[in-house]
């Protein structure tokens, strides 16, 4: 028996209805924040500083998110197992849950479980492939037991290891979002994008698409070709960095005016010269609901003004819209009458 009754409407109902909004992004976000160690990437926080994720969450939907995910991203068994912590497995996926359901129930917001890529699956090796469902049934069976009202399984590189996630999630009854994580030159087994959405889609997901790896400016041609090749609904959660045709993904983009970045590149700690600002995701929104895509969010970068310029593109007025941005009041550049005209003419000096 779940512990908390289905939102409505739900997730399909509101995907029928309109676009919907999902923010993602919490490792990145906690992590500059000082509560998640960058390279493990896994979120102890929210055993550690549970304070920290409530924040973050009713941050998320303050700014027009409308989905709560439980931040169980690399919560899985294998990630536990390489920081040497099995033991914390299941107190983390419960209280990650418990602190997205309370937050998802005080706003009306959707609750969302979430799995990924295990990091442990290989092609033609049943032994890691059946390890990896074993990480999929765990981590579904704690999110049933949340009541959450669907499922994400994101960042893949693999079809088959989708699949396999989405098999799992089907037998729950819970709607599934399969989301693909698109290197340079497509997946690890080397399918493309749009292949890979077209099996998911044929596999029944209600969802499918692209997050993470990729900004606003190399995702959004590829899901509109996804768009067009699936007739379910289709997601794109781009990371708010400035990619480009010659630097698909994140991970490859290289500031070559800094010399002082540790390591071979600006992945994942000094990326900040890249990150889009409010209103290319503004317009990177406008575009890909033009283009039919009606899951929408942000990936690891995304902050919550991020966020909200994405719903106000969409037409929303979430909470946050409270304090956008209006600079007619502003001290030197403002145009309000009670703005001085002689700090009006010194604001010139800005133009
Ligand atoms: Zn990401």
Redo the contacts with the bound molecule.
């Keep these: 028996m779940s512990a908390r009754t289905a939102t409505s409407p739900g997730l399909l109902e509101r995907l029928d209805a309109g676009p919907v909004i999902c923010a993602?992004?919490y490792?990145?976000e906690l992590e500059r924040r000082g509560y998640v160690q960058a390279g493990a990437f896994v979120p102890e926080v929210v055993l550690e500083h549970p304070e920290k994720v409530y924040e973050l969450h009713r941050e998320f939907v303050h700014a027009g998110s409308d989905v709560v995910e439980a931040f169980t991203y690399y919560s899985h068994r294998e990630k536990m197992r390489v920081i040497g912590k099995e033991h914390l497995l299941e107190p983390m996926n419960r209280n990650a849950l418990k602190i997205a359901a309370e937050v998802a129930t005080e706003n009306g917001a959707l609750l969302a479980g979430n799995i990924c890529n295990t990091n442990v699956w290989e092609p033609d090796d049943a032994r890691t492939q059946a390890a990896a469902r074993n990480m999929f049934e765990e981590q579904i069976g704690w999110a049933v037991d949340a009541g959450v009202d669907f499922i994400i399984g994101e960042?893949f590189c693999w079809v088959d290891e989708a699949l396999a996630a989405l098999q799992i999630i089907q037998a729950t009854g819970k709607p599934a979002v399969i989301t693909f994580?698109l290197d340079a030159d497509g997946l690890h087994d080397g399918a493309d994008g749009v292949t890979a959405c077209r099996k998911l889609a044929d596999a029944g997901a209600e969802v499918v698409g692209l997050?993470?790896?990729r900004g606003p400016a190399t995702m959004l041609p590829i899901v509109t070709e996804i768009r067009a090749a699936v007739s379910c609904h289709v997601a794109a959660?781009p990371?708010p960095y400035r990619t480009n045709p010659n630097v698909p993904t994140f991970q490859l983009l290289n500031d070559e005016g800094c010399g002082c970045i540790p390591g071979s590149g600006t992945f994942p700690t000094a990326l900040d010269p890249f990150v889009c600002n409010r209103y290319e995701i503004a317009e990177f929104a406008k575009d890909a609901h033009g283009n039919g895509i009606s899951y929408l969010g942000l990936?690891?970068?995304a902050g919550p003004h991020h966020v909200r310029s994405m719903a106000e593109a969409l037409g929303r007025k979430p909470g946050a819209s409270r304090y956008s941005p209006d600079m007619s009041k502003h001290a030197y550049q403002g145009t309000d009458e009670n703005v001085p005209d002689y700090y009006k003419n010194l604001g010139k000096m800005y133009e």
Excluded: I, M, P, W
């Design positions: 993602e992004g490792l990145f960042t994580a997050n993470c790896s959660l990371v990936c690891c970068g």
